[in-house]
């Protein structure tokens, strides 16, 4: 059983989100398993950089609908997307400063962080999605 991955009740019911959440965390998985699997600087960077590029990404076309559809939950969510950012932005500069290890609360804290902002936000986003439909 891979450390994390795709299930069912992880899925809010909106195509684009969906598809963009099972490759997100593929993502997380596969730093995981880099970092279990001992890989270097050179690799984990590597997988850090495309997990914080392909979240960019993701969160500008939430972002970007919730705004089309004038979402009145729009500040908070986006707060929320911000603050990961940040906090991951964090986590990059100090692996690029360090010795190229990532503990293995890295890929925990991404995860857990994933799977609350997945129940809670990106639900409650796709069911005003469905409804506005
Ligand atoms: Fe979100």
């Not at 939430?62 to 940040?86: F, I, S, T, V, W």
């Not at 609350?116 to 439909?133: F, G, P, T, V, Y």
């Amino acid at each position: 059983m891979a450390y994390f991955s795709w299930s069912e009740d992880l899925r809010v019911g909106n195509s684009f989100i969906d598809s963009d959440h099972q490759k997100l965390i593929k993502l997380v998985a596969q730093l995981h398993e880099a970092m279990a699997e001992g890989h270097g600087k050179d690799v984990l960077g590597k997988t850090l950089a495309e997990l914080i590029r392909y979240t960019q990404e993701h969160f500008k076309r939430e972002e970007d609908h919730m705004l089309r559809m004038r979402y009145p939950g729009y500040a908070a969510h986006k707060q929320e997307h911000d603050r990961l950012m940040r906090e991951v932005l964090d986590l990059q500069t100090r692996f690029n400063a360090g010795n190229g290890m990532l503990s293995v609360q890295v890929s925990g804290f991404l995860r857990n962080w994933l799977v609350q902002h997945i129940m809670k936000s990106d639900m409650e986003l796709a069911s005003a999605i469905r409804n506005a439909a």
